[in-house]
């Protein structure tokens, strides 16, 4: 088991641990910042603040490190987690059906949206960029359809937004109260991770990244794997789509568009390689954390939203160089 | 005779410009070694790459033990037991050695969900073992040299217990003793009973290793001969045919002592260590050299294409400072990449556009407009003098064969007033035909004035063409010999000189 645990690391560990800690690193440096800038940041409130925060782009991210693993990109994510939070919202509150089918269904949309994707890039030949650029659109304009243009909300079911509001952990720890959302997100996690180190899919989600034609060359059946890959990125899509919209306590059909971006950046900062083959779901994670710390520190110390997003953008071209001077070596 | 594993009757197969295959054909016995040999162009790849499930035929029978199949995936070469090492090696970089050796066929754990690691390294492990490596199968296949990725290649092939093992030029990357691995290997295999296909460019290799030899030449079967009862020069006279270069005129005269492009002491990283060399006023200066030996980083180094650690280049006695293509150009200097549909032309665009692509500000009227009367006038008259053949200059450059298209490259160079021209293999992929009459421009051109570097692996071509050849072993110029030194024997030993 020991060696079974060693082996499946190795080809993560080595060349992008660098980046890694070096996002850690810099989390780590962001934390101590802020919090001596300001006394308000390290109070329970806004940490659990920011956990929850992390929670939607965390689940988003995951999904799409799988695709930027095989150096690919799904620009969809975001207004895919609208169309699934709005279909969400059609079965629990418009057709009057179970929670749990609703969320059934926001899963299931987004899943399929991801699998249209991967159908589309994968058979069709399309690239990945214009393929999800387009789905983006399809995806938003849905949404709007579905929900015919105004939130829905989840008032007669209150029981939805429990789920991920109240929290499993205040009640097992009292005062630790930590939103369930947070748990979904690290339950996601260590599942994409398991998904990415031990598994199949996992192992051709790098192989497909690292030399896709060798990969085909294999005998490896590169299309099935590529739709699978987009199909699995959909699912997370679709689950942060049922994750914001408990939390909301309502669809928002306009909300997703620049989700994408922020899931992009955690990956990226979280040393996932845009050229593919190398990532993990820790550095993704770290790379969500990142974003989120950076844009509620900000906001503690009163810098305009306006200014945020200047500073998290800065932060991504700077991610990418690192990455790129790294590989030039 | 013994049993027959394979036969290959009729194949052909047909690109874009270049009939591949034509009328192939092959057979392969039970526990042989089979050398496959021809020129570049005459199609051995070709046809191992539609025997391992890479490309379709486009007609033809392959009956595989007395049985005709169709084998229209690399998968089903595979589950028909036939496996092929490719030249250009296929590994997944990010992935350790037992993971590249498993691609593919991972076994799982208990539950069928998760994959069994330990047991890939352990089956790896003993394969490695089997090939006297001694390496930890959970190594990132990146971290390897060439020559062990190599050796990672042919344990993968290995592990598949294939009756039929294609190698092509395996040996192009490895060093003396461990193409003695392989070929204990090879030779282990054959006792075995399995059909091995060695596909070399290296005749002595196919002496010591092979029991049958079957030539190509122009996509056609020529002859299978047993290897004992040949020599290596029948091999070659079998291999060439006709002469290729029968229209080209004989080793072209003297240039001038004039020195139009020194370069000393260029390094750059493992690529390039410290090579100097010149080239003088209408010079053909041949590079050769083994795949990988640094002939086309050195190029790359003088047209500036990839920064150099230390090293000057002087341009006509002046020291220069190249840091982009863009500076080489000014300088008079072109590159003519081999992979000339990628680097070499705007496949969509016209032989007009293209031939005026590098050097639009010339044609430019008083607005920015491009005055086209002139382009086209000066397209027009490349196109009668370099003999390209198409239809008009309107012709997008997709639409016309290799060799016509290395035609408007040089076309479009010879109209940006360079005249230290580098070829980087210039008759790659360009029908035999339409080969003597580039390297009649390339004559032509030398006669005029214009330097020439001209960088080629087919040994022939350097021997004909050059004034001098100079090759390369490793990043480093291991010789420089003068036409009339030069031959194919010393050539090679220049370019296996390892450090």
Redesign the interface.
């Known amino acids: 088991m020991e060696?079974?645990t060693?082996?499946?690391k190795?080809?993560l560990m080595?060349?992008d641990a660098a980046q890694r800690i070096l996002a850690f690193a810099a989390l780590i440096l962001l934390i101590i910042v802020f919090s001596v800038a300001s006394p308000n940041f390290l109070k329970f409130e806004n940490l659990v603040g920011i956990l929850l925060a992390t929670a939607v782009n965390g689940i988003l991210a995951l999904g799409v490190t799988f695709v930027i693993i095989t150096s690919g990109i799904d620009l969809s994510i975001g207004t895919v987690m609208s169309l699934s939070a709005v279909m969400t919202g059609v079965f629990i509150t418009d057709m009057g059906l179970p929670i749990p089918i609703g969320i059934l269904g926001g899963l299931l949309t987004g899943t399929l949206a991801g699998l249209l994707n991967g159908v589309i890039i994968a058979r069709l030949k399309v690239p990945p960029f214009i393929a999800t650029l387009g789905m983006l659109n399809v995806a938003k304009g849905l949404a709007l359809v579905l929900s015919h243009l105004k939130p829905i909300y989840f008032n007669d079911t209150p029981g939805f937004n429990q789920l991920v509001m109240s929290s499993l952990i205040g009640s097992i720890i009292p005062g630790a109260d930590v939103p369930n959302a947070v748990l979904i997100m690290f339950g996601a996690a260590i599942l994409a991770a398991f998904i990415l180190n031990?598994?199949?899919l996992g192992?051709y989600t790098?192989?497909l990244?690292?030399?896709e034609?060798?990969?085909?060359?294999?005998?490896?059946?590169v299309n099935k794997w590529k739709i699978i890959v987009y199909g699995l990125c959909g699912f997370f899509s679709g689950l942060a789509g049922v994750v914001i919209a408990a939390r909301l306590n309502s669809a928002q059909p306009a909300l997703g568009q620049g989700y994408e971006l922020d899931a992009i950046a955690a990956a990226v900062i979280g040393g996932v390689s845009l050229s593919g083959?190398?990532g993990t779901i820790l550095g993704t994670i770290i790379g969500a954390f990142i974003i989120s710390v950076l844009s509620n520190g900000l906001r503690i110390l009163s810098v305009p939203q306006e200014w945020q997003t200047v500073v998290t953008g800065a932060i991504v071209i700077l991610a990418v160089y690192l990455d790129i001077a790294r590989r030039r070596k | 005779m013994a049993d027959v594993v394979l036969k290959m009757e009729n194949i052909t197969k047909a690109f874009p410009g270049v009939q591949a295959l034509d009328g192939a054909q092959l057979e392969l016995l039970r526990g042989e070694v089979h050398a496959l040999v021809g020129e570049n162009g005459a199609g051995k790849s070709t046809l191992m790459k539609v025997l391992a499930g890479?490309y379709a035929k486009d007609s033809g029978r392959i009956v595989l033990k007395g049985k005709e199949v169709e084998i229209p995936?690399?998968?089903a070469?595979?589950d028909l037991g036939i496996c092929m090492i490719?030249q250009e090696?296929?590994?997944?970089?990010?992935?350790?050695i037992?993971?590249n050796v498993f691609?593919?066929?991972?076994p799982?754990g208990k539950l069928g969900?998760?994959?069994?690691?330990?047991a890939i390294?352990e089956q790896t492990v003993q394969i490695l073992d089997m090939l006297h490596l001694k390496l930890d199968?959970?190594?990132?296949v990146?971290?390897l040299t060439v020559a062990k990725q190599q050796m990672v290649e042919i344990a993968?092939a290995l592990s598949f217990n294939s009756s039929i093992l294609i190698m092509d030029e395996p040996t192009a990357a490895l060093t003396e003793s461990e193409i003695e691995e392989l070929f204990r290997v090879c030779r282990h295999l054959r006792d075995e009973g399995t059909a091995v296909v060695h596909i070399s460019h290296r005749l002595e290799e196919i002496k010591q290793i092979t029991d049958r030899v079957t030539v190509m030449r122009d996509g056609k079967y020529v002859d299978t001969v047993l290897t004992k009862d040949t020599s290596i020069d029948r091999i070659i006279s079998m291999m060439v045919g006709r002469t290729i270069f029968e229209s080209a005129p004989e080793v072209p005269e003297r240039p001038s002592e004039e020195i139009v492009l020194e370069a000393k002491h260029i390094t750059r990283g493992n690529a390039l260590k410290d090579v100097s060399f010149q080239l003088k006023k209408g010079e053909i200066l041949g590079f050769s050299g083994l795949v990988g030996a640094g002939r086309t980083e050195t190029a790359r180094a003088i047209f500036g294409a990839d920064t150099v650690d230390s090293g000057e280049v002087f341009v006509k006695g002046k020291k220069v400072a190249i840091h982009s293509p863009t500076d080489a150009v000014k300088y008079g200097i072109a590159y003519l990449s081999e992979d000339r549909k990628r680097y070499g032309l705007t496949l969509g665009m016209d032989v007009e556009t293209n031939t005026v692509l590098a050097s639009f500000d010339k044609f430019l009227g008083a607005l920015g407009t491009i005055n086209e009367s002139k382009t086209k006038e000066i397209a027009n008259t490349y196109v009668k003098a370099l003999a390209i053949k198409t239809p008009s200059i309107k012709q997008k450059a997709k639409n016309l064969s290799g060799g016509n298209q290395q035609k408007i490259i040089i076309g479009k160079w010879l109209t940006a007033d360079t005249d230290i021209l580098i070829f980087d293999e210039p008759t790659r992929g360009i029908d035999v035909g339409a080969k003597s009459e580039i390297y009649k421009l390339l004559n032509d051109l030398a006669k005029q004035g214009k330097s020439i570097i001209m960088i080629s692996s087919e040994l022939p071509e350097v021997l004909r063409m050059s004034h001098r050849v100079i090759v390369m072993c490793e990043g480093r110029i291991t010789g420089q010999l003068t036409a009339g030194e030069a031959n194919q024997e010393k050539i090679m030993t220049l370019a296996t000189q390892r450090s």
Do not use: C, W, Y
């Open positions: 060696a079974t060693k082996a499946a190795t080809p080595k060349s031990k598994t199949l192992r790098f192989a990244g690292s030399n034609e060798a990969t085909r060359l294999s005998g490896v059946n083959g190398e | 890479v995936s690399p998968r070469a595979q490719h090696l296929n590994l997944m970089p990010h992935l350790t037992a993971q691609i593919g066929r991972e799982r969900v998760t994959l069994d690691e330990k390294n199968p959970r190594t990132r990146g971290s993968k």
